[in-house]
């Protein structure tokens, strides 16, 4: 049990009903604000809970933190100290917000300095992401797009099964939320065209995804065995891998997508660390045929994580179009890392693993407008009277994500973005 998960602890910083972040989740994050240049914080129902400020006035003394860890633009020194450091940062920020604990809540000069509301910061990167690497492992989804593209009899590429497919994508593009993004360009053809043609993106795609940060590198040559996978993970967010579908049908063949994937990715800004999510275990999918040994788990290996996604044309209000769980996934986050790294492939600290579209059984859980219009054939009804089959401009996608037990509630905040016209 690790205490700062205690479904009994009550923080004495308000936490609203169904708010992402009571005392047992303390995810971690970048924020500035007017006055505070980029620093590290903690999420506490509506506030941050400044960690530059903690650290310089004694809150965290006995910890070993070295000198101005929390007053940086990046989260990677941090997480970098390791596991057993970062727990021990949580379960101090868990004892400080304990209602039980007068420290500093009875500090009032200290208190009001140290918690800085949520609507007075803005959200930055919470990693420089060294690395990026897209996975492809919801067999419902891998099913669906190889059903609408090949043979509905074998829509699984005869890999699939056998390890988890990823391809390596571009770092520079991540993007927080709250970034707008614009329509890309790039070549297509159409089905009854001759040649190609330049221009927009017809088919502009979000992909409901969750992605993972390392923590702890290995040496080149050095495999991460699968027991020790969650030794080099950090934490989750959620992820939006924008696509252009029409532009990725023409360039993929033979080397996998190119510029209908790289020109932007979006993130949640709160990294929610896998301690956090330790009570959402669950067990995964069947795996059939037996996996090689290398990629062998024991024990619940994947997390029951409510997702959502919702689609707000301009002017108009949220219509939620998906609900999927992270539980669906075929390939668990820790045979993702061993697989990635089998061959001696060197990782470093603020790697990011996007998860691959998690889509559910059903058609409501489908994590991609590709498939929830089924590649526009079944458009998408909104409240306005409205329909879509691809995202349009002005459109904002908004992705929120939460697992809930015991009556606690943990969350990632959302994912939000909008999409102007090409440049």
């Known amino acids: 049990m690790i205490k700062a998960n205690d479904p ?3 923080s004495w910083v308000d936490v609203p009903k169904n708010s992402d972040f009571p ?7 970048i924020f500035k604000t007017q006055y505070l240049e980029a620093g590290a914080g903690v999420a506490i129902g509506e506030y941050i809970l400044d960690l530059t400020y903690l650290h310089e006035n004694g809150f965290l003394f006995g910890l070993d933190l070295p000198s101005g860890i929390f007053n940086q633009q990046y989260l990677n020194d941090f997480i970098g ?6 727990r021990a940062v949580r379960e101090r920020l868990s004892e400080l917000l304990d209602i039980n604990n007068g420290e500093l809540q009875n500090d009032k000069a200290n208190s009001e300095l140290a918690l800085i509301p949520m609507d007075e910061a803005e959200m930055l990167m919470p990693v420089k992401v060294q690395n990026y ?6 067999i419902e989804h891998a099913t669906n797009v190889g059903t609408m593209f090949r043979d509905p009899e ?3 590429f005869p890999n699939w099964k056998h390890l988890p497919v990823g391809y390596h994508g571009r770092a520079s593009s991540i993007i927080p939320t709250g970034v707008d993004i614009y329509r890309p360009k790039g070549q297509t053809k159409a089905p009854d065209a001759d040649q190609p043609s330049f221009g927009p993106t017809k088919r502009l795609d979000f992909e409901l995804e969750t992605a993972f940060i390392t923590c ?12 020790k996978a969650e030794d080099h993970i950090f934490g989750i967010v959620l992820f939006n891998d924008w696509s252009a579908r029409d532009i990725q049908v023409w360039e ?4 996998g997508p190119f510029l209908a994937k790289n020109f932007a990715s979006s993130i949640s800004p709160w990294i929610v660390t896998l301690d956090a999510l330790e009570p959402f275990r669950v067990a995964g999918p069947k795996q059939e045929p037996k996996v090689f040994p290398y990629l062998e788990t024991k024990g619940n290996k994947n997390f029951d994580v409510n997702l959502e996604v919702s689609l707000q044309p301009e002017g108009g209000e949220e219509n939620v ?3 999927s769980n992270f539980k669906y996934m075929y390939w668990n986050i820790n045979q993702q890392l061993a697989h990635h790294t089998v061959n001696g492939c060197n990782i470093q600290v603020g790697d990011m693993y996007g998860s691959g579209t998690i889509s559910g059984p059903t058609p409501d859980s489908y994590g991609s407008m590709l498939e929830l219009a089924w590649k526009g054939t079944k458009p998408i009804k909104l409240s306005d009277g409205s329909e879509r089959k691809f995202i349009e401009d002005g459109d904002t996608v908004i992705m929120r994500g939460y697992g809930e037990k015991d009556g606690v509630r943990i969350g990632f905040g959302e994912v939000k973005t909008k999409v102007l016209p090409t440049k």
């Open 8 to 10: 009994k602890l009550k």
């Open 23 to 29: 005392i047992q989740n303390l995810p971690f994050g």
């Open 81 to 86: 100290l390791g596991k057993k450091k970062t």
């Open 133 to 138: 690497t897209d996975f492809y492992s919801s």
């Open 154 to 156: 074998n829509a699984l």
């Open 216 to 227: 702890k590198e290995n040496e080149l040559g050095e495999p991460i065995p699968i027991g």
């Open 252 to 255: 993929y063949v033979p080397l």
């Open 321 to 323: 179009i998906c609900k």
